[in-house]
């Protein structure tokens, strides 16, 4: 057996985690930088809890809550220039992927001069300054892994910049600023997190550690997900184990990365505005289908579930997602060219080639 594994973040999870844990906040600076979105940060209770800590801890702080669905370098960089101007000394990012991303990108910013391509090369002098990650929905998992996928307009698609540095040094998971979300957020990001799980378990790069997390998290998705397809927001229960089972899922790719899922999906975000957890979602059952002859662990995944076949698992995607975006046989060949030179195609196990690729979008958007 072997393998490597590193995961230095500090997790804190549970209800008003933040107040019962603020110490651990002391040791990462002396003035913070607060990257939030535009407006959910402001009313899940998130941004308060945060600030009022601050106040107990006598740590100043500057807001930026510019941070956009699927952030650009160009924001990125214009709050990293802020947060020189006003002297920061760390990061906390709270919300969606969007805002915690953005975080990440913004710590490393902050005390490096990097050129385009540098900044996603993942090789720098200087570590980012240290990060606190509070995440608001329940899909990413980004408080748990080394990646800041930024839109990149240069390439037209969606870039991961990757680096052991950008953990959080802490995060923060209280359910209750995830008790907010309406249905189509919740649903977009719990797929997000059962894609995780899914293209970890089955990536080329799972190792003996994840297959119980990625399993554990399917298995508290499953019900989760059925729910939601029948229309019915979660309990605050639900909240917590959607949370978790994220957060499970975000430790999963964290080892693995993710798969030929989102290296499809990226374009579909980026060409079509299509939400990141909804076009993960749009893609899986053609994925499964694909891998199915090859991969026995495929029908794990829908045991772990709660599933019987790959038709059951299609009819609750098809609940779950609603009609599909009509797209047309030249975007497709477009988003074949794109996803084909990602990494996440040679991590599929067996890789899909263009062919193979051209049909799952086919399968996912022409039937
Ligand atoms: P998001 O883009 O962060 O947020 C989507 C929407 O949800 C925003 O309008 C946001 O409003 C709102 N929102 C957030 N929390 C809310 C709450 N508690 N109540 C009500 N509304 C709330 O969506 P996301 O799906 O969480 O993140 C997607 C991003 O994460 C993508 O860029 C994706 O590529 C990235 N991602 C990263 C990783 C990783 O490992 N780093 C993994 C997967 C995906 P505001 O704008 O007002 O806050
Ligand atoms: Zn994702």
Do not use: W
């Not at 940060?41 to 945060?50: D, E, H, P, T, Y």
């Not at 915690?100 to 710590?107: E, L, N, Q, R, V």
């Amino acid at each position: 057996m072997h393998f490597t594994s590193y995961m230095p973040t500090r997790l804190i999870f549970g209800r008003d985690c933040i107040r019962q844990h603020t110490s651990t906040i002391t040791p990462l600076g002396t003035r913070a930088f607060i990257v939030t979105g535009a407006r959910s940060a402001r009313m899940n209770g998130s941004l308060q809890q945060i600030t009022q800590a601050l106040g107990t801890l006598n740590i100043p702080f500057v807001h930026f809550d510019e941070i956009e669905a699927n952030p650009s370098v160009e924001t990125v960089r214009r709050a990293a220039e802020k947060l020189k101007k006003e002297n920061c000394d760390f990061v906390i990012g709270i919300g969606g992927g969007s805002p915690m991303d953005a975080a990440k990108a913004i710590a490393l910013l902050g005390c490096n001069t990097l050129g385009h391509d540098d900044l996603f090369s993942g090789r720098f002098d200087t570590p980012p300054l240290p990060l606190i990650a509070i995440p608001t929905t329940a899909g990413t998992g980004s408080e748990v892994t080394p990646y800041s996928i930024l839109t990149d307009k240069r390439i037209n698609n969606k870039r991961n910049l990757s680096s052991d540095s950008l953990f959080p040094a802490v995060s923060f998971l209280d359910p209750a600023f995830t008790d907010s979300l309406p249905l189509d957020i919740t649903v977009n990001t719990a797929v997000d997190a059962m894609s995780h799980a899914i293209e970890g378990f089955l990536s080329r790069r799972a190792i003996v550690l994840i297959r119980p997390l990625a399993m554990e998290s399917l298995s508290m998705l499953g019900p989760c997900l059925t729910s939601l397809a029948a229309g019915h927001l979660p309990s605050p229960k639900d909240r917590d184990t959607l949370l978790y089972a994220s957060m499970l899922a975000g430790i999963v790719i964290a080892h693995s990365g993710t798969t030929c899922v989102h290296a499809m999906g990226y374009p579909l975000t980026y060409y079509k505005n299509i939400d990141h957890g909804r076009a993960n979602g749009l893609l899986l059952a053609a994925y499964l289908k694909f891998l199915s002859p090859h991969r026995t662990e495929v029908g794990q995944v829908l045991g772990a579930l709660g599933l019987e076949s790959l038709s059951d698992f299609s009819a609750l995607m098809d609940q779950l997602l609603g009609a599909r975006e009509v797209l047309s046989k030249e975007d497709l060949a477009c988003f074949v060219d794109t996803s084909l030179t990602a990494k996440g195609v040679a991590y599929t196990n067996p890789s899909p080639d263009e062919g193979q690729i051209k049909k799952m979008f086919e399968d996912s958007f022409l039937n």
